[in-house]
């Protein structure tokens, strides 16, 4: 029995090489190690029982390892998820902060793995990046906004807003694909760069970026203020919209209006329209309004939904600003 209990400690020790499988050495290891004695004692040698054990624990070694990397199987498993259906996109309302008149959706990624996919679609997405993976997944999004959105008469003049990744970016086929996946919906597409994606200004990006632009398409710098936040960018790359992100919401006191005000006007300054994120409730929804910030996405204005709720929230907020309009009044989503 000692001997066994040396041999957990000394799995639990090696508890940073294998994570979260270490549940799983233990259980291999011991359960081999059970049937190997049984099997041994039948055969009666101390030495045949040492070398069932010195084996089953090489065993369960090998198990582990041919399971541990996780990031591996992530991508294999979102291969095959592509592949089978298994992703699905969803539309986030953007809206006007004087009208509050959705303009436009943010199309978003999400996965309908049991294990993956639970964990939101941040976590996944960030593994994921740096594969090429997440170019076919951006190529997918398109191609399912455009199918959904095109025919909506309700949705004609909104932008579509779609993340996309750096490595994407940096292929040579980037215009290609987003001209070809968006098809009709090109003219309307806004592409959602974030600050660490176009920081490498690259003459490939800077190529690519400004043939987006000639064909129509806007860009849009996401999560501002939480990369590297080179001024010069915004400059660079003539960004239709800046994005906020929703962190600058938790700001205290006076500082947080201060703060939104003054990226509205430097925001302002280079021809660009300012949205924030995150808005979750009607006191930061009245912050964004006092700070001159132009578009706003966030839980309390809507969340992100699939394409046919979309038409009740079209509705919906249509309604409430006529009767904003006549009361002269405002009235909660
Ligand atoms: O940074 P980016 O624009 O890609 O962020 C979009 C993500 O933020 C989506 O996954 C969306 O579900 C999430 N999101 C949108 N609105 C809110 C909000 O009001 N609060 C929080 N916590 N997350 C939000
Ligand atoms: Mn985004």
């Given at each position: 029995m000692r001997f066994f209990q040396r041999c957990t400690a000394r799995i639990r020790r090696l508890r940073p090489v294998f994570d979260e499988h270490l549940d799983a050495v233990v259980t291999v290891a011991?359960?081999?190690?059970?049937?190997?004695?049984?099997?041994?004692?039948?055969?009666?040698?101390?030495?045949?029982?040492?070398?069932?054990?010195?084996?089953?624990?090489?065993?369960?070694?090998?198990?582990?390892?041919?399971?541990?990397?996780?990031?591996?199987?992530?991508?294999?498993?979102?291969?095959?998820?592509?592949?089978r259906g298994e992703f699905h996109v969803v539309y986030q309302p953007i809206v006007d902060m004087r009208t509050r008149h959705c303009v436009g959706?943010?199309?978003?990624?999400?996965?309908?793995?049991?294990k993956f996919g639970a964990g939101g679609?941040?976590?996944?997405?960030?593994?994921?990046?740096?594969?090429?993976?997440?170019?076919?997944?951006?190529?997918?999004?398109?191609?399912?906004?455009?199918?959904?959105?095109?025919?909506?008469?309700?949705?004609?003049?909104?932008h579509i807003s779609v993340n996309i990744c750096a490595r994407h970016l940096m292929e040579d086929r980037f215009?290609?694909?987003i001209c070809e996946s968006a098809g009709p919906l090109l003219e309307r597409l806004v592409l959602e760069l974030t600050e660490?994606?176009?920081?490498?200004?690259?003459?490939?990006?800077?190529?690519?970026?400004?043939?987006?632009?000639?064909?129509g398409v806007r860009l849009s710098l996401d999560d501002f203020g939480t990369g590297f936040s080179n001024l010069d960018l915004l400059a660079d790359f003539r960004f239709d919209y800046v994005k906020v992100d929703r962190r600058f919401l938790a700001m205290r006191g006076e500082a947080r209006i201060q703060f939104l005000k003054?990226?509205?006007?430097?925001?302002?300054?280079l021809g660009a329209k300012v949205v924030v994120e995150g808005v979750e409730r009607a006191a930061e929804h009245d912050v964004v309004k006092r700070s001159g910030i132009d578009l706003a996405q966030g839980y309390w204005h809507g969340k992100p939904m699939a394409v046919d709720q979309l038409r009740a929230f079209a509705l919906a907020t249509a309604s409430i600003s006529t009767l904003h309009d006549v009361t002269g009044t405002e009235h909660g989503a």
């Open positions: 011991l359960a081999s190690s059970l049937a190997g004695l049984l099997a041994a004692s039948l055969i009666a040698s101390r030495d045949a029982v040492v070398l069932v054990i010195a084996l089953s624990a090489c065993g369960a070694v090998v198990y582990v390892g041919n399971r541990v990397r996780p990031k591996a199987r992530l991508r294999r498993a979102a291969r095959i998820g592509l592949r959706v943010e199309a978003l990624l999400r996965w309908g793995h049991p679609p941040g976590q996944f997405i960030g593994e994921l990046e740096g594969t090429r993976l997440l170019g076919a997944l951006t190529c997918f999004v398109l191609r399912e906004a455009n199918s959904a959105l095109t025919q909506l008469p309700f949705a004609q003049h909104w215009v290609e694909d660490r994606s176009c920081v490498e200004r690259t003459p490939r990006v800077v190529t690519a970026l400004s043939h987006m632009k000639q064909r003054s990226v509205a006007a430097l925001v302002h300054t």
